[in-house]
């Protein structure tokens, strides 16, 4: 239990598909971060919220949508994705942002 | 161009070997450099390091940062079967950007 619970774990859609990942913290920290891992690649950081609003946003494709309606829930939201899009989706959290962060399990996203 | 370079890719050792694994990185406002362990899905956080020359320790594990030649290494001493998995290796830069390596991938033979 690593105090951070992604859901689902698994998740194959098609690429017209609308889906959303669930990501949930039960630390109290005040940031929250999106991550794609893809296989043989470094972690890529997607999106940062640090109380609530969203800091960092990488040049992410407009087909992610991330949303955090409280501090202790953050969503991404999915649509017309691509086969390029499958991977495996980290969330983590931080006490604040910039520190050591704690992750989820991931979902394991994959695209038709 | 990656940010964040680890070394070796992947290391095969017997119980009780010693490893090093290495992580060097090219930032331009560096903040921290931190390592985790991915076992299965999510990593785990193992340091924090900021300052050049002082050396982190927790039990068998302990790393060292060279902010002068830029790279941190990770030592594993009497490595155990518990300690195979993916060594991740990120370095925080101002702004509060992070940029991971690929990652070590360790396997420790009985």
């Known amino acids: 239990e690593t105090g951070v619970t992604q859901t689902p774990r698994h998740l194959v859609m098609g690429m017209t598909n609308k889906k959303s990942l669930k990501c949930e913290q039960h630390l109290g920290h005040n940031a929250m971060y999106w991550y794609k891992q893809s296989a043989k690649k470094p972690l890529e950081l997607m999106f940062v919220y640090s109380l609530e609003e969203r800091v960092e946003n990488n040049s992410v494709p407009s087909r992610f949508s991330p949303e955090c309606p409280n501090s202790s829930h953050l969503f991404l939201h999915l649509h017309t994705l691509q086969p390029e899009d499958s991977a495996l989706y980290l969330c983590?959290?931080?006490?604040?942002?910039?520190?050591?962060?704690?992750f989820g399990d991931g979902t394991r996203l994959s695209i038709l | 161009e990656d940010k964040v370079v680890q070394s070796p890719l992947s290391l095969v050792v017997h119980e009780g070997d010693t490893v090093t694994l290495n992580c060097s990185y090219e930032v331009t406002n560096f903040r921290s450099l931190l390592w985790y362990k991915q076992e299965k899905k999510a990593p785990t956080f193992l340091f924090m390091l900021t300052s050049s020359g002082i050396e982190k320790k927790s039990g068998r594990l302990s790393s060292i940062l060279d902010k002068k030649e830029l790279f941190s290494i990770l030592n594993i001493t009497a490595t155990q079967t518990g300690d195979s998995a993916v060594y991740l290796c990120?370095?925080?830069?101002?702004?509060?950007?992070?940029?991971f390596g690929t990652g070590t991938s360790l396997t420790v033979i009985p």
């Open positions: 990120a370095v925080e830069e101002t702004g509060n950007q992070f940029y």
């Open positions: 983590a959290s931080s006490q604040v942002w910039g520190q050591p962060q704690h």
